[in-house]
C-alpha cells in the first residue's frame, strides 16, 4: 500500500485542524511527496504552534510506553515527570535537528583568493543511533580547499551544521553524506573531506558490550578524491590535531 492510501483525503483545514498534529504533518508531508525517514529533516512542513503539540503527543506515548513497561509512575517519585522530560528531550534537544530548519549561516565571497587546505575540528558531535536510539558520541574534522569563487563561513558556523545535521536518529555512514552535503551546497570548495570517529552506546550498553568499539568513516569529494598528496596531508594534519 502506498504512503498516500494510508491517509484519508480532507477537503477542509478545518478537517485538518481536528487532527493530532503528528497526522497533519504527516498529510502534508505525504501531499508534498516528501520522504520522513528518521534523519529527515522535515521543517518546512511544520506549522507554528505544532512542535509544542508534538511534544504532548509524545509526552502521552511515552507515559503509555513507562505503563507498558510495569513502571509505577504515580508512587515512583523518580519517574513521575519522565514521560514530560523524555518529550521535551526527544523535540527540542537529541532530535531537533529534524525539526527546525538549518541555522543561518553568513557567507561571505573569496576576496582573498584562499586557495590553501583549511582544517576544522574536532568538533564534538552527538547523535542516536536510529536502530536502538541508543547515544552516538563522536568526533568530526573537514577539510576544505577553497576556490576563488567559494564561500566562506565562519568557525561557529561549521558546529551549528554539524549539531543540526547530527541532532536525528542517524546511522554514521549517512550522516557524513549529509553534513558533506551541507557543506558543498554553502562553501563551494574544490576539495571537501570530512572524518568522523564515534562510539556507539548500542555498541557499549547492549548487545556485544565491547567499551573499545568505536567505528572510522569519511567522505573524501573533488580535490581530496582526485589527489592523493592533498589527501595525506589533510589526514595527517588531522591526525596531529587530534594527538596523533
Same mark, same amino acid.
Given at each position: @500500500? ?5 491517509? /484519508?483525503?480532507?477537503?477542509? !483545514? ?5 487532527l493530532? =498534529?503528528?497526522?497533519?504533518i504527516?498529510y ?6 516528501c520522504?520522513?525517514?528518521?534523519n ?9 504552534? !505544532?512542535?509544542?503539540?508534538? #511534544? ?5 506515548k &511515552? ?5 507498558a ?11 513521575n515527570?519522565? =514521560? ?11 532530535f531537533?535537528?529534524?525539526? %527546525?530548519? /538549518? ?7 573569496n576576496f582573498?583568493?584562499?586557495? !590553501? ?30 576556490n576563488?569563487?567559494?564561500n ?7 558546529? #551549528?551544521?554539524?549539531?543540526w545535521? &547530527? ?5 554514521? !555512514?549517512? =550522516? %557524513?553524506?549529509?553534513l =558533506?552535503?551541507?557543506?558543498?551546497? #554553502?562553501?563551494?570548495?574544490d576539495?571537501?573531506?570530512?572524518? @568522523?570517529?564515534?562510539d556507539?552506546?548500542? &555498541?557499549?550498553?547492549?548487545?556485544v ?5 568505536? &567505528?572510522?568513516?569519511?567522505?573524501? #569529494? ?9 589527501r595525506?596531508?589533510?589526514? *595527517?594534519?588531522? *591526525?596531529?590535531k587530534?594527538?596523533?
Open positions: @500500500m502506498a504512503a498516500s492510501d494510508t491517509l /484519508p483525503i480532507f477537503r477542509s !483545514e478545518a478537517e485538518l485542524a481536528a493530532p =498534529a503528528s497526522q497533519r504527516r502534508r508531508l505525504v501531499g508534498a511527496d520522504r520522513y525517514h528518521a529527515d529533516n522535515i521543517a518546512e512542513h511544520i506549522r507554528e504552534g !505544532e512542535l509544542e503539540e508534538l #511534544r504532548a503527543e509524545v509526552q502521552a &511515552m507515559q503509555g510506553v513507562l505503563e513497561l510495569v513502571i509505577d509512575t504515580d508512587s515512583d517519585h523518580n519517574t515527570e519522565t =514521560a514530560k522530560r523524555v518529550a521535551k528531550m526527544f523535540i527540542e534537544e537529541v531537533r535537528g529534524r525539526y %527546525v530548519p /538549518p541555522p543561518a549561516v553568513t557567507e561571505f565571497p582573498s583568493r584562499l586557495n !590553501e587546505l583549511m582544517i576544522v575540528g574536532p568538533i564534538t558531535v552527538r547523535s542516536a543511533c536510529s536502530h536502538h536510539l541508543c547515544p552516538i558520541l563522536g568526533k568530526v574534522w573537514i577539510g576544505l580547499l577553497p576563488e569563487h567559494s566562506l563561513i565562519g568557525l561557529s558556523k561549521y558546529v #551549528r551544521l554539524c549539531d545535521v &547530527m541532532s536525528r536518529p542517524q546511522i554514521q !555512514e549517512e =550522516a %557524513v553524506v549529509m =558533506a552535503d551541507a557543506l558543498q551546497d #554553502r562553501v563551494k570548495p576539495g571537501l573531506a570530512i572524518v @568522523m570517529e564515534a556507539h552506546f548500542c &555498541m557499549h550498553w547492549r548487545g558490550k565491547d567499551d573499545d568499539a568505536a &567505528m572510522t568513516n569519511s567522505v573524501m #569529494r573533488g580535490s581530496f578524491l582526485k589527489n592523493p598528496n592533498l595525506r596531508e589533510f589526514l *595527517s594534519l588531522m *591526525s596531529k587530534n594527538g596523533g
